[in-house]
């Protein structure tokens, strides 16, 4: 039997803003989590649960101020920036509610993006991000700016970048949050597609309860902690 591969492992996590003043604030209070290669799993909690500060520790865009994060074998909290740097572009990819796509640049070159930080030749990166586009569906949509976008188009636009690099790990907060129910649907299943068929590693932020029964795992965050875990119909 092939041994799980431990991708994500949190201990003891502890985040704490404005430290040493009169409001210090703790926003997550010794976050315990370990999510294996190939899981699909659900982060859930209504606004002010702490999942943003979780997604932006887990992603490595932070750091935590207590505990041990090690992301496939890598210490996150005593990596170098340049090295966390290296993670967020080669291990990670992010699917934001906002889409976070550049203006006035075509869907291509927002794809390429990741991909010229990288130092990937022209060639690859421009076939690259056309085949990307392709598994989003979005083949005829290649020159639009995002203005020329709807919504639905702007976040598969989103999850072709955040798969440029061929990340172990995509993160994605609140992705359909911003979309109707049919357009939300097509992102979902987007997403089982690339764990499915890709094996990518799936960490879902959401605050709808009815898409994180679509994953194999649903974590609860309340106020700062992990208060319940169960299996979803995805597993």
Do not use: W
């Not at 002010?48 to 890598?74: C, F, Q, W």
């Not at 979005?138 to 955040?162: C, F, T, W």
């Not at 994180?212 to 979803?232: F, M, P, S, Y």
Request: contains cysteine; negative net charge; glycine residues 10%.
């Amino acid at each position: 039997m092939e041994e799980k591969q431990t991708m994500i492992d949190l201990k003891g996590i502890v985040k704490r803003f404005y430290i040493g003043m009169p409001n210090e604030l703790e926003i997550l209070h010794g976050i315990d989590l370990q999510v294996e290669r190939g899981e699909f799993v659900s982060i859930v909690g209504s606004s002010g649960s702490g999942k943003t500060t979780m997604m932006n520790i887990i992603g490595a865009l932070d750091r935590p101020t207590e505990g041990e994060y090690h992301l496939d074998g890598v210490d996150v909290v005593h990596a170098r920036d340049k090295e966390l740097s290296m993670i967020r572009n080669q291990k990670i990819g992010f699917v934001f509610q906002t889409y976070n796509l550049i203006s006035r640049t075509s869907a291509l070159k927002n794809v390429e993006l990741p991909m010229l930080y990288a130092g990937m030749r022209k060639k690859d990166r421009l076939e690259r991000a056309q085949e990307l586009l392709c598994m989003v569906e979005m083949k005829d949509r290649m020159s639009h700016n995002p203005d020329e976008l709807s919504g639905g188009q702007k976040q598969r636009v989103a999850i072709a970048r955040a798969m440029a690099n061929d990340p172990a790990i995509i993160l994605a907060d609140e992705p359909t949050g911003a979309l109707d129910s049919k357009t939300g649907r097509k992102i979902m299943d987007i997403f089982h597609r690339l764990n499915e068929e890709q094996g990518k590693t799936i960490v879902l932020i959401t605050h709808s309860q009815e898409l994180a029964e679509e994953t194999g795992r649903i974590l609860t965050l309340k106020d700062g902690e992990i208060i319940g875990e169960r299996r979803g119909r995805g597993c």
